[in-house]
């Protein structure tokens, strides 16, 4: 089981449906074009998409593929330790 996967098992199932249709979304290029993302401050490479309760942080290759880093519920402590 890799990293995501095991983010996304600590998901309740109220709100991985709406985790998992962003990330579809990311993976398309041009959805991805819809979804108001952010780019983290004090960060050269790292975005942030709001999904619900949910914070999915990502950062793109050179293909501009979409890569997630992290899958953080909203919190004080969400954006602590984020490089």
Request: with cysteine; aromatic share 4%.
């Amino acid at each position: 089981m890799d990293r995501i996967d095991k983010l996304l098992s600590r998901i309740p199932e109220k709100h991985k449906l709406h985790v998992l249709a962003t990330l579809d979304c990311l993976a398309d290029s041009r959805c991805r074009e819809t979804l108001r993302t952010e780019k983290l401050g004090g960060s050269k490479a790292l975005y942030r998409v709001r999904t619900g309760r949910y914070r999915i942080i990502f950062h793109t290759d050179e293909r501009n593929r979409a890569i997630v880093d992290d899958i953080r519920p909203r919190n004080e402590r969400t954006y602590r330790g984020v490089r």
